[in-house]
């Protein structure tokens, strides 16, 4: 699949106040500025649909944008920011949960292909098991390290993953600098939209 028309539509403090539409949505998660605004620009090659920045906690909102008229993506804010103080870093925690637990999306949780497993990402996945959310992975910024450094980083987060979980999601490793994962991604998504299309006949 590629993209034909990529449509910023709106952005929500909360998630009872967003699209009421039966399209299939992905929603982009993950920690502050692991490149999840970036990877939309990627995906749509439109720099400034997006909004990106390399200090963290660019996206505070929740934003809507229509692809190719059928399915959205979702770009959500980052969790654990510690600067933005404590009662901010709830509020968007608190948003983000309402937001997976009240829409029908599919996550596509972020991790930053550089880092050993962080607390925060196995403790966020255990929250998604427990609530029975299906989740892909994406393995962002592969171009700021050797092709190695960065399969040896995914096994090793895929071997935590496996200390708890009999099934692997999908999983994907990603650079909206060299357009890496670009193809995959997109194909993946035409599979699960396909799939939803199915099941709904
Ligand atoms: P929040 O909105 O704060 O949650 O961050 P985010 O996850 O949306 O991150 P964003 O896309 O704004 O990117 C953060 C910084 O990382 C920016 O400076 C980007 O240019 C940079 N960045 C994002 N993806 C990549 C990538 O694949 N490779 C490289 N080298 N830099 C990237
Ligand atoms: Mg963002």
């Known amino acids: 699949m590629d993209i034909t028309s990529a449509e910023f539509v709106v952005s929500n403090s909360r998630a009872d106040m967003c699209p009421q539409t039966h399209l299939p949505e992905y929603a982009f998660i993950g920690r502050s500025n692991v490149g999840k605004s970036s990877l939309i620009n990627m995906l749509t090659k439109n720099p400034k649909l997006a909004m990106t920045s390399a200090t963290p906690g660019k996206t505070l909102l ?102 708890q979980w009999e099934e692997l999601p999908p999983h994907f490793i990603s650079s909206s600098e060299n357009k890496t994962g670009r193809q995959e991604i997109l194909d993946y998504i035409e599979q699960v939209n396909r799939s939803l299309k199915e099941q709904a006949e």
């Open 62 to 163: 929740i934003n809507h944008f229509l692809i190719n008229k059928e399915w959205y993506l979702v770009d959500l804010p980052g969790y654990g920011y510690a600067q933005r103080g404590k009662k901010m870093m709830e509020k968007i925690q608190k948003l983000i949960e309402y937001y997976v637990l009240e829409r029908e999306q599919m996550t596509c949780l972020f991790i930053d292909s550089r880092l050993e497993p962080q607390r925060i990402d196995l403790e966020f996945i255990e929250w998604l098991g427990e609530n029975g959310i299906p989740f892909s992975l994406i393995f962002t910024k592969a171009d700021k390290q050797s092709v190695g450094k960065t399969k040896a980083s995914v096994n090793r987060f895929l071997d935590t993953l496996k200390e």
